[in-house]
């Protein structure tokens, strides 16, 4: 084989086992590890969200969006003495059965990782990597939908509700919370 091919080869194989595929689940302990940098410490940290709160966070989400929990916990990663993000594992069913994305959110309020960290529904209907690619660097805002920024994943329309839903809550949620409030 050309030293070009076996190149080709070596680098799709190590894409293929740096993800999951379809139906592999990762720990919260393995997303996290793949989310920040090394040396990061990472810290879980609880919300407690009054009435007020949640509902200023259903606001921010939109309608189609639901938000009930008050209590939310997240993980804040700090590197060089400073915070890199916030992650959030968000649980939703797609059509019948659940899926956990975690979601990071980073000092500047954008999406800076979003990972499918378990599946349950069929895998013609998980969303491809590639896919997931184009919510990096979004923010809570109109273009964070499926009519606008956000391009629908063909035969999967439930996966590619679910998956800006829960990008809009945890944008909304991390709002609210403001984990790097003043003097972080």
């Known amino acids: 084989m ?32 793949r989310a920040f940098p090394e040396g990061t410490s990472i810290e879980r940290r609880t919300a407690y969200l009054d009435d007020a709160q949640i509902a200023r966070a ?26 890199a993000g916030a992650a959030y594992f968000d649980v939703q069913r797609v059509r019948t059965l659940p899926q956990v994305v ?18 349950a529904e069929p895998p013609e209907y998980h969303p491809p990597s590639r896919w997931l690619a184009q919510f990096l660097g979004r923010v809570l ?3 964070l939908s499926e009519r606008r920024a956000i391009a629908g994943i063909t035969g999967a329309t439930l996966t590619t509700r679910a998956s800006i839903r ?3 809550r945890v944008l909304a949620l991390h709002q609210v919370i403001d984990p790097f409030g003043p003097g972080t």
């Open 2 to 33: 050309p030293r070009v091919g076996c190149a080709l080869l070596a680098a799709l194989l190590g894409a293929a086992l740096a993800r999951p595929a379809a139906g592999q689940d990762l720990t919260q302990q393995e997303a996290l590890r």
């Open 58 to 83: 259903k606001a921010l989400a939109g309608r189609d969006v639901e938000i009930e929990a008050g209590i939310v916990s997240y993980y804040v990663g700090t590197h060089g003495g400073r915070p």
């Open 102 to 119: 975690m979601i990071v959110v980073g000092r500047e309020g954008h999406l800076e990782h979003i990972e499918v960290v378990r599946w």
């Open 141 to 143: 805002d109109d273009d």
């Open 166 to 168: 829960a990008s809009r």
